[in-house]
């Protein structure tokens, strides 16, 4: 029997260092690091159409759902 998804995504996540804490595992999916644009990519985007300029580069440590 294979892993779930969200099972995946803990394990994933886990061999990256990164904790995840929840009371069941039926959100966790929804919550994947690819679900998401890659961060820098959108910021440099931003930056190129003269949207935004850079001035710091900030490492997230904690996330919270809520």
């Given at each position: 029997m294979g892993?779930?998804?969200?099972?995946r995504v803990v394990d994933d996540l886990r061999a990256q260092g990164i904790i995840v804490k929840s009371p069941s595992l039926r959100g966790v999916a929804e919550e994947a690091p690819g679900?998401?644009?890659n961060v820098?990519?959108?910021?440099?985007s931003a930056e190129a159409?003269?949207?935004?300029?850079?001035?710091?580069?900030?490492k997230p440590l904690i996330c919270v759902k809520g």
């Open positions: 892993r779930t998804p969200s099972r679900a998401y644009k820098r990519a959108v910021v440099d159409a003269g949207l935004a300029r850079k001035v710091a580069f900030l």
